[in-house]
């Protein structure tokens, strides 16, 4: 079993940024690869981005345009993901995902273990 909790989330102004937080617990394997989503209201949840804490691969979607950015601290267990330059159109709840298989991936079918969610809003 795998426990996912995520942070950092809030109200912030057109153009500004934010970092989210991941802390993880439980089976190290089934957390060889993880990824954050997001899903904004009325919209299907999408792929951000992806890293295998295997080998530290990193993938992205194509619309993250470098504003983006996902890291790891093996040593926090924690996984973060820093937005930058944010839009109203980055207003959702954000997710932290994990899972045990060896590739990266931006398909929620592909984990099994989900955080709570973490909500992003931007207004100015």
């Known amino acids: 079993q795998v426990q996912l909790t995520e942070s950092g989330g809030g109200s912030v102004q057109p153009g500004g940024s934010l970092t989210l937080s991941c802390v993880a617990s439980g089976s190290p394997p089934n957390r060889n690869s993880m990824a954050w989503f997001r899903q904004a209201p009325g919209k299907e949840r999408e792929g951000i981005a992806s890293l295998s804490t295997h080998n530290g691969r990193k993938e992205y979607n194509a619309f993250v345009k470098g504003r983006f950015t996902i890291s790891q601290d093996n040593a926090k267990n924690t996984l973060y993901l820093r937005i930058d330059n944010l839009n109203p159109e980055d207003t959702a709840i954000y997710y932290c995902?994990?899972?045990?298989?060896?590739?990266?991936?931006?398909?929620?079918?592909?984990?099994?273990?989900w955080g709570q969610g973490t909500q992003v809003t931007v207004s100015s």
């Open positions: 995902a994990a899972d045990g298989h060896l590739y990266t991936s931006l398909l929620a079918s592909r984990y099994r273990y």
